[in-house]
């Protein structure tokens, strides 16, 4: 679209050249109906989730940090936040949220330097 003084509008990109349009295609594009894609929103990827229950009643953290200990000891490696997840599920029927591990993974490095 051009203003009045022959520069193009806001937002819009000034093309040389001459174009034609078949003016009944265009408005059957326009009176399409939106495509499925269009309409429904895309659902977000489920995501594992620990099943709602009863909180700890010990202090998670301090006992994975001991075992983290042992591990990195024991293999010269640090666990992944998924295996002390594991970890805690055997050993308590419970595990913390993934995120949580890995944050106490990565205060546990910084502290190890």
Same mark, same amino acid.
């Given at each position: 679209?051009m203003?009045?003084?022959g520069?193009?509008?806001? #937002?819009?990109?000034?093309v040389?050249?001459?174009? !034609?349009f078949? +003016?009944? =295609? @265009?408005w /059957? ?14 659902q ?8 709602? #229950? ?7 953290? !301090?006992?994975? +940090?001991? =075992? @983290?200990? /042992? ?11 998924p ?10 029927r ?5 995120s949580?591990?890995r944050?106490?993974l ?5 502290? /190890?330097?």
């Open positions: 679209m203003l009045a003084s520069t193009p509008a806001s #937002g819009m990109i000034e040389p050249g001459e174009y !034609e078949d +003016a009944e =295609e @265009v /059957r594009l326009l009176k399409a109906p939106a495509s499925q894609e269009q309409t429904e929103p895309q977000p990827a489920k995501l594992h989730h620990t099943p709602p #229950g009863p909180s700890p009643t010990h202090d998670w953290p !301090e006992h994975a +940090a001991f =075992e @983290v200990g /042992r591990i990195v000891e024991r293999e010269n490696k640090w666990p992944s936040a295996r002390m997840c594991e970890w805690c599920m055997d050993k308590w419970w595990q913390p949220d993934e949580d591990m944050e106490l990565r205060r546990l490095k910084r502290l /190890r330097g």
